[in-house]
């Protein structure tokens, strides 16, 4: 016969009932336990999920005290980012904003495409200005950086934007076509590096990248001029970098293929030639101007700190 405890004989009913309250409360309490296993999940996959949206929600609504908690790199910096109303210079003005920077944008036409910018990034929660200034002329260049420091005290990244296009053969080209070229390209990243490395010396610190070309160092038919310059720049990043790179400023240059900007049609680039253009390049279309903003955002971090003179080029796979 079966072997019957003496408890069980005694407090048969009282016990089986006891033991099905406990089982009861048992497989309650891991239910509830299991539930809330469940509800976490659920919370963190949504919250993975949506990351992008809560920070831009959260960003803007209290921008200081979640700054830290979502681990914006740039919040703090001060950063300049030449003719930032259009194109390219516009998506790296956005960019460095999301990423917790103020942001001053440079222009020379269009003030209100430039105060449009402004208006963004002060929505983003960060301080920016618009000054305007033609980069190619010394005075004026000055006089912006001597604004900036009136206004923010520091300047933590420079980016060299400003540029036209313009599509000419050598032999038809003018002196005046060659001088402006040169001047906005050349003398612009020049006289924007002079003035921002006097404060960034004093600093110790800061992050210039300027905007080349794949013109730069391929040459680009009809652009003998913008190609001159954009290799000028070129030069000019490496030889900087080793000049300043011991105060801890680092120099690098980005060098893009072609990218979908008003500059490509004021140029007097063609819907047909773009056509033919497109054959050349494997991803098959133009780039994006965040997906070259998107690179100067990481050059303008410390995690790009052993990042000196380099030139990258994000092209779609035209130039490998
Ligand atoms: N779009 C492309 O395919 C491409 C490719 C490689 C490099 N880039 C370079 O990217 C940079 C940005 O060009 P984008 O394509 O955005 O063109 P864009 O025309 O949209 O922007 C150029 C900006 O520079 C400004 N600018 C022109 N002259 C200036 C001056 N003297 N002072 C201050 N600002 C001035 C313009 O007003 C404009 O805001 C340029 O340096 C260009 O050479 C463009």
Same mark, same amino acid.
């Given at each position: 016969?079966e072997?019957?405890?003496?408890?069980?004989?005694?407090?048969?009913k009282?016990?089986?009932a006891y033991?099905?309250?406990l089982?009861?409360k048992?497989?309650?309490?891991s239910?509830?336990?299991?539930?809330k296993?469940?509800?976490?999940?659920?919370?963190?996959?949504f919250?993975?999920a949506?990351?992008?949206?809560?920070?831009k929600v959260?960003?803007?609504?209290?921008?200081? $005290?979640?700054? !830290?908690?979502? *681990?914006?790199?740039?919040?703090?910096?001060?950063?300049?980012?030449? #003719?930032?109303?259009? &194109?390219?210079?516009?998506?790296i003005?956005?960019?460095?904003?999301?990423?917790?920077?103020?942001?001053?944008?440079?222009?020379?036409?269009?003030?209100?495409?430039a105060?449009?910018?402004?208006?963004?990034?002060r929505?983003?929660?960060?301080?920016?200005?618009?000054?305007?200034?033609?980069?190619?002329n010394?005075?004026?260049?000055?006089?912006?950086?001597?604004k900036?420091?009136?206004?923010f005290?520091?300047?933590d990244?420079?980016?060299?934007?400003?540029g036209?296009?313009?599509?000419?053969?050598?032999?038809?080209?003018?002196?005046?076509?060659?001088n402006k070229?040169?001047?906005?390209h050349?003398y612009g990243?020049?006289?924007?590096t002079?003035?921002?490395?006097?404060?960034?010396?004093?600093?110790k610190?800061?992050?210039?990248?300027?905007?080349a $070309?794949?013109? !730069?160092?391929? *040459?680009c038919?009809?652009?003998?001029?913008?190609?001159?310059?954009? #290799?000028?720049?070129i &030069?000019?990043?490496?030889a900087v970098a080793?000049?300043?790179?011991?105060?801890?400023?680092n120099?690098?240059?980005?060098?893009?293929?072609?990218?979908?900007?008003?500059?490509?049609?004021?140029?007097?680039?063609?819907?047909?030639?773009?056509?033919?253009?497109?054959k050349?390049?494997?991803?098959?279309?133009?780039?994006?101007?965040?997906?070259?903003?998107?690179?100067?955002?990481?050059?303008?971090?410390d995690?790009?700190n052993?990042?000196?003179g380099?030139?990258?080029?994000?092209?779609?796979g035209?130039?490998?």
């Amino acid at each position: 016969m079966e072997y019957i405890p003496h408890f069980l004989k005694t407090h048969s009913k009282k016990k089986s009932a006891y033991l099905r309250f406990l089982r009861y409360k048992i497989a309650n309490a891991s239910s509830i336990i299991l539930l809330k296993t469940e509800l976490i999940m659920v919370y963190l996959i949504f919250f993975i999920a949506f990351y992008g949206k809560l920070r831009k929600v959260f960003i803007v609504n209290e921008p200081l $005290s979640l700054v !830290g908690f979502f *681990g914006l790199k740039l919040s703090g910096k001060v950063a300049l980012v030449t #003719g930032a109303n259009s &194109g390219i210079g516009k998506a790296i003005a956005l960019y460095l904003a999301e990423e917790g920077a103020d942001v001053v944008i440079d222009y020379v036409v269009n003030p209100g495409e430039a105060n449009e910018v402004a208006d963004q990034i002060r929505a983003m929660g960060r301080k920016a200005l618009a000054v305007k200034a033609d980069v190619s002329n010394a005075a004026e260049v000055k006089s912006m950086f001597t604004k900036i420091i009136a206004e923010f005290s520091k300047l933590d990244i420079l980016v060299n934007n400003a540029g036209i296009g313009n599509l000419i053969t050598t032999v038809d080209m003018s002196d005046e076509a060659w001088n402006k070229m040169i001047a906005i390209h050349l003398y612009g990243t020049m006289n924007c590096t002079r003035e921002g490395l006097k404060i960034m010396l004093k600093q110790k610190s800061g992050k210039i990248i300027n905007i080349a $070309s794949i013109c !730069g160092t391929t *040459g680009c038919l009809g652009a003998a001029h913008y190609s001159a310059a954009k #290799g000028g720049i070129i &030069g000019f990043t490496r030889a900087v970098a080793r000049e300043v790179i011991q105060q801890g400023i680092n120099v690098n240059a980005i060098a893009p293929g072609y990218v979908d900007t008003p500059l490509l049609s004021s140029a007097g680039l063609t819907q047909e030639a773009l056509k033919e253009l497109l054959k050349e390049i494997p991803i098959g279309r133009l780039g994006k101007p965040r997906e070259i903003a998107s690179l100067v955002a990481y050059l303008a971090t410390d995690d790009a700190n052993f990042m000196v003179g380099q030139v990258i080029s994000p092209n779609g796979g035209q130039v490998i």
